[in-house]
């Protein structure tokens, strides 16, 4: 699976990516995009019409599988789960109560409790340290990691944070 981590700037630089991808791209992607509570439903459906891939909002049980972009409603709390030994779920929930709904952090936790390493995990342009923690993990784990480079960022301070950590194998 995929995993994407984004903020300010975000939108653009998802768009970009993702617009790119075709339609057979083998792998499932999650995306915690730090938006105003509500905001989130039509960022997807505006995804959806520009991506050969399908985009939706996750919602609680949604599985994390290819052919779809799964984009973490902001105002909660997103994470992934294993359901038997290959299908991977998502929860949607109020739990934590943390500032920054989506984090970033948490996603990317979950996905560490959950994926074994078989994660390409992305942290994008945003202000802030979300997300770097979560890279961090996730290359402990031995997921492929990459942060966007300082040139292209609208704010480096996520991907900063996460080649600080050392938790960025790649910066692109």
């Given amino acids: 699976m995929v995993a994407i981590g984004a903020s300010t700037g975000g939108p653009k630089a998802l768009y970009f990516l993702l617009s790119q991808l075709p339609k ?19 960022f997807a459906e505006r995804l959806n019409d520009y991506c ?7 919602k609680s049980g949604d599985e994390i599988k290819p052919g779809r972009i799964l984009i973490a409603p902001s105002g909660y709390q997103t994470k992934v789960k294993r359901m038997g ?9 109020d739990e934590p109560k ?6 970033i952090n948490h996603l990317f936790g979950s996905i560490v409790d959950t ?3 078989r994660v390409l995990g992305i942290l994008l342009t945003g202000m802030g340290v979300d997300g770097g923690l979560g890279m961090q993990q996730l290359r402990r784990l ?9 040139e292209s960022c609208i704010v480096y ?4 944070a996460a080649v600080e950590m050392g938790g960025a194998e790649f910066v692109e």
């Fill in 157 to 160: 301070g996520m991907p900063k």
């Fill in 142 to 150: 031995g997921a492929r990691t990459i942060a966007q480079d300082e």
């Fill in 115 to 117: 994926c074994q390493g």
């Fill in 85 to 93: 030994d290959r299908r991977l779920l998502v929860e949607v929930s």
């Fill in 98 to 103: 943390l500032i920054l709904r989506p984090s």
């Fill in 24 to 42: 057979n791209f083998p792998l499932g992607i999650i995306v915690a995009q730090h938006m105003p509570k509500d905001f989130t439903s039509f």
């Fill in 52 to 58: 050969k891939l399908e985009v939706c909002e996750a």
